[in-house]
């Protein structure tokens, strides 16, 4: 039980919300991988507040970097990114640090730390080391894309607004890169931004279900039992914060379907065995067989919310009622996608240099 | 990239379809564990084929112990079980091994083994190999009992009926135990193998969507990032075959909640802090909180299907069409509880041995 | 802490001495390795007891393949290796389980098993289990060979006799192939049995120290923190029973010698860049740099001897005095290089398949 | 293949000698350990350069925690340190880089970097980094006493000069404490540094022979096979640069006893099970015994030395000669042992945690 993730390409991250820092250390990564700070800052501004909808919060976030990079290549060795937290305003934390905020971790981590945890803003449970989730991410997808491989993700829905579905995957995950607030149809997305903005009027917030394309990853990817495509790739995903559930290809819609409408039958195209159809989300039997991996994640309301809530004191058991002051995002799903991007592209890169060993990253074909 | 999960109590599993034997090796089982053969055939009756609605294959499948185990108690060494496989129909599997069957994992086991693979009833993507995990799962669910930890799966939904949800937690996990067709509903059992028999007489199939819950986990397990306990134990399921979607809590349903219809608030019961609702399944942040853990699976169609479908010969690229013979379940999804369940206890008690030390499965309180 | 070894090629090793089996679960294996039972049997040979120094414990010792190999080939799936055990005389064992004896694991079994642990022939520790090392390290080393990676080792010194080192390593590891008593001289071989037959007859035992060289290991293998090749190999060599040191290259001389002596001096040989001279053992800075992997392990006598020692009953704390019978190895060094050569070949292949891909063993090049 | 170590307690150091900082990240440390930074600077202290025999490279090392510490508390979460890197010196390294240093990592850093690898003092590979060991080391040593668990190491051996061996070992352990030139006999010390010196005037360098203790570990930690308790050990310390052997108890000394001289017997004493001597230094069948677990390690001549060698360019194959400038050290080893002391620290917590759980170090008894 570790808070590192993966089996070649290892990476843990660190920092709490009002410490000194958040940051990553990347094992594995193979050498000579050109870093783009340029492509990172993309990366990095998919994840920032943005406009009415998100939290006042505003940092340059350009993380340092630390050991790894020579040159602008990796060297082989780990790389540490480190993101200095500038705007951590003292507030008084120590009174509210007994009521734990319900839909937080505040209660589990007292479970957990006994009381040692760092609870200001969320402490090492807080959204803002998402940042260097993101970092890292934007170092090794800038790799699978030299390779061909690219990650896409649009909010699919929230609340009664429903987004298009992916139609021409290569365009639409085109279009998808840096939209502030990705959706495929704008006008879809006009509507959810007003469906947050009348949430946060109400001091409220909402969720959504983001969907994700990856294209280009070969065939043969994945093990049958245990570190399956799908179990390895979920492992990750449930970091992203909010996260509660992931289903791939037709997802829940199977219990709907037979299995002659389930079934992806096989046909050949330009000499290439693939499928007509891809229910199984580019997955069979834990493996990848060529078509897209295409998997749903849905994303709870933001916990933070205006409205009084009941809570309790840790120490004393007493019943009370918590109300939650500060800036707060109305929605994270929109700034969700660019760490569900992030993590799939660290998940993806593991299972390929296992693959095809520690080079692959980087290596010409 | 492995077929052996776990950090501290790791499973491997291993066999194919036609080989020999299928079976499982559990090395970090506490010493002093009771093996209790009679529980552990309950649970492999839970995962037999049975009546009308299953397939004809049927074997003892009362697994041999080869290690690890003396005197009816685990010694605290790798435990070994070996489930030999009597019924194994010799027909004629070369004909068929180049035409990969729709949903199936042929085609991928060509892409990653490079027609090494063992093809003869789906080898090691069998689900056959599933009696091993049942038998492993087994062993430690019942030491999991004895620790007041019990897990408990029904069939809530199979395509339009749908069966009650969890009410008292306790007895409906209570009722479930051994229950051939497991739905807390008998009445919307009774239609749901009406939908199986249907599907059946159309020789097509059909899947549907678990609800699992596991109540009595101590508060503080798990990490808040990556082995988060939504992503180990997800990581674990989807190696359930045909397993294609999770959800914690509300799950999906979130996306059509507002966050102050989302948020559990805290209340205080009997001097224990706990949640007046539970859509977050028992896990914030990564780490239970003491709430039961509550969590949904998708089971796609059996994909074995006697109508025929198209498919490609993987030597020559040649479309074709396939018709599937012998003998089929058109459900799973009952049989798959008992897999759920199995490797559910195994993730749990793998973090819970992380969280409190190798002797905890053993240990008296 | 587990009873698993490697991070691509995990093998799990299980069994116990008066138990049904011991055998081996390999995961991670390329599929399309072939599995040569006759190189295998020559492999068992080696470990086998031989003429008058071994016990009297003569068991067939061919592994039953239960998994993994289909046609003569390695699938890429788990391949499972059980040894029955055929010749456990049922001795009266109950009565002294509670005396340990000295120089074993009794104790330290005690203390990490509360009582649960197998103690019939040492049970899980008894040096039984090392068949099931060297079947898996068979199949393993016979794909290094196809690669042109050769391991041999010799019994460089027991008490006074030295054997002569490794002069030209092609030739000396071909020699020490199959050999029932290896060392490169055979007066050396001579004298030094000469000295397990006193001690034999004494009721005594003797250890000694041997010598292993791996030639063809590609240049770059290794990390240059934690998981350097010497921590790799050397943590899996600490699982041969009676293994209680380990020196790469000039090792422990290293304290003799002055930089100018110490250093090997680079040259350029057929455009290949070599050294002068192999005192760093064919690593620098944990990774390997081309030149032959030469390292020596020190075995401690057999603790198994005849005569009377002290001990102490483990449930009363009373002193007794405890005299061994039964049938013991005086010396279980000869047999102890077919372990050491069957983990060097395990821990090898885990390294290049973490470097080359998942492919690697059998991939032609 | 990791730069991370660890079960449960994971490290990973990073950092290059001349890029802006080395560091480590520690994940799995137990809530609740104070971190004290006047012992870990005490613990820098011994590992910094001394005198005469050392390195004219001087830095504060004082870390920086980035995260999980909080209010002098370790807080569960990941915790960072990153020293700074002040002591450049901007020489021209270019120049240099195409020539691999005898006895260096240089050439095997390009076998395995391919070009990448930053050169400039030995990058990633420098002695520089252990500064992060030491410092992470600390931390989890000062938790270690806190359990009643002390480390100490001497030179138990230069070239002809030999110390006394441990004799009363928790004195002989307290009076190594932050001594500079760590041996137990003061005039084994002063000889020791003749010899330094002398080879110092020579441009020349030495290595020699480390003994290390370590008093309080529980009885039954460890594993049978794979992860033995020194299979784990040297594992992490093969790390220590320059380590090339280690032996346990008796070590190589065994290939000299007959296994009635190098068994350990059994009696009792003040009602604890205990052995009469400690041949076995602490360990049996890979598991603790509860006696002191001993063992020694070689460190070879530091490489750099400023006689000329041979070397090749790498780029031409063109045979070359090598003379090393700059400041550098005669002898390491007795800064080593400050790495030494603080990787058994770290790899005996990780043991520990995995057998007793993750709130172990800071739990009161």
Known sequence: ??????????????????????????????????????????????????????????????????????????????????????????????????????????????????????????????????????????????????????????IARLKDVTDRGFVELGADIAALDGMEFPTLSSEAGERMQEVILAAKEDGDSVGGVLESAVIGIPKGVGEPWFDTFEGVLSHALFSVPALKGIEFGAGFGFADMLGSEANDQFISEDGEICTSTNNNGGINGGITNGMPVIFRTVIKPTPSIFKPQASVSMKTGKATRLAISGRHDPAIIHRARAVVDAVTAIAVADMLTVRFGTDYLAKKD
Chains 1, 2, 3, 4 share one sequence.
Not at 76 to 90: A, D, F
Request: some cysteine; charged content about 25%.
């Open 1 to 154: 039980m570790k808070n590192t993730f993966g089996s070649q390409i290892c990476i843990t991250i660190f920092g709490e919300s009002h410490g000194p820092a958040v940051g990553a250390v990347i094992d594995g990564l193979a050498p000579g991988i050109k870093v783009d700070m340029e492509y990172m800052k993309k990366r990095m501004e998919e994840r920032r507040p943005q406009g009415g909808i998100s939290t006042a919060r505003r940092e340059s976030d350009i993380p340092e970097i630390l050991s790894g990079v020579f040159k602008g290549y990796t060297t082989g060795t780990p790389v540490t990114l480190v993101i200095k937290n500038e705007s951590t305003k003292s507030r008084d934390y120590e009174s509210i640090s007994d009521i734990p905020r319900p839909g937080h971790a505040d209660y589990t981590a007292e479970c957990k730390y006994h009381g040692y945890q760092d609870y200001r803003g969320g402490g090492h449970f807080s959204g803002r080391v998402t940042a260097a989730l993101v970092a890292a991410g934007a170092i090794i997808r800038c790799a699978l894309e030299a390779k061909g491989i690219y990650i896409g993700t649009h």
